[in-house]
């Protein structure tokens, strides 16, 4: 049993590996990786510049929730094959820091303080989800930084309207038990 764990252990640091130098050879420093790390930090500066600190500590919260839940599910459909990033930022996971640690988490902490529930947070779910899934994913195809393998955008759409109510409820679960413990 354990040699051959030791053996698929081999061909998957060889293939990682691999992928380093790909990403050497391919990424690295290249246009397509400068508007990575140039959305990336508009991203966050975006927030910061759109936000108070006395309001932040939720945000980050919902945003931490949202980078957590994102990295693993990406991680887990890349793994799967549904996915593949061939333009990444540095060649290690989690593959997508553009998406799963700033577009993803940003976008939502702003719906979050702009459209907090009720009608306004369903409508702007729809449309964020809607820009993000058919909008936002095709143009990351076509900057090939993002390629769909066995996956349909429809699905991303649901997906995150779904994991926007949930990690909504989160946070506002967690913080409604936070103001009782203050008072």
């Not at 799967?80 to 333009?87: A, D, I, M, Q, V």
């Amino acid at each position: 049993m354990l040699e051959r764990y030791d053996q698929i252990r081999e061909k998957d640091v060889a293939l990682n590996q691999e992928y380093i130098q790909y990403w050497l050879d391919h990424c690295f420093l290249t246009s397509r990786w400068w508007f990575i790390v140039v959305l990336f930090v508009l991203t966050w500066v975006t927030f910061f510049l759109l936000t108070k600190k006395e309001e932040r500590q939720k945000l980050l919260f919902l945003g931490f929730t949202w980078i957590l839940v994102a990295a693993n599910l990406d991680g887990i459909g890349y793994d799967l094959g549904l996915w593949g990033y061939p333009g990444q930022l540095i060649p290690i996971l989690p593959k997508a820091y553009v998406f799963d640690y700033a577009l993803i988490p940003v976008t939502y902490m702003l719906l979050y303080k702009y459209f907090p529930k009720g009608k306004a947070f369903l409508y702007a779910n729809i449309v964020l989800s809607a820009g993000a899934s058919f909008i936002a994913e095709p143009i990351f195809q076509w900057f090939n930084i993002y390629k769909i393998y066995h996956w349909k955008v429809g699905w991303s759409f649901v997906i995150y309207i779904f994991l926007s109510y949930l990690i909504r409820w989160v946070v506002e679960l967690v913080f409604r038990g936070k103001g009782r413990e203050e008072e």
